[in-house]
Nanobody, 124 residues
């Protein structure tokens, strides 16, 4: 059973950077597509980025393209989300999720394993 734990959130000033981690246990992440999602207060959950199983392809929401980068370290069974040039509108709880498929999508529907979330606050 895949279990996911996010970490790395916090308070950062606009223009700053954070790196979120999604550590997996139970099974190898390499056979799962991994997605990053976020939910701000009063808003629906939004797909931010994803990486296919094996890491062959990635996808990003338009709102984060050029600023966020998803990567995978198979040796550590961990997926990362590097977030640069952060904006106040990036403030949200960030979740990682896993789906036992090869390709990744930014819709939450296929993902059946979710972490507990980590808070990211961008404010001066």
């Amino acid at each position: 059973q895949l279990q996911l734990v996010e970490s790395g959130g916090g308070l950062v000033q606009p223009g700053g950077s954070l790196r979120l981690s999604c550590a997996a246990s139970g099974v190898s992440l390499d056979v799962y597509a991994i997605g990053w999602f976020r939910q701000a207060p009063g808003k629906e959950r939004e797909g931010v980025s994803c990486m296919s199983s094996g890491g062959g392809s990635t996808n990003y929401a338009d709102s984060v393209k050029g600023r966020f980068t998803v990567s995978r370290d198979n040796a550590k069974n961990t997926v990362y989300l590097q977030m640069n040039s952060l904006k106040p509108e990036d403030t949200a709880i960030y979740y990682c999720a896993g789906a036992p498929f090869k390709l990744c999508v930014l819709s939450s529907n296929p993902y059946d394993h979710w972490g507990q979330g980590t808070q990211v606050t961008v404010s001066s």
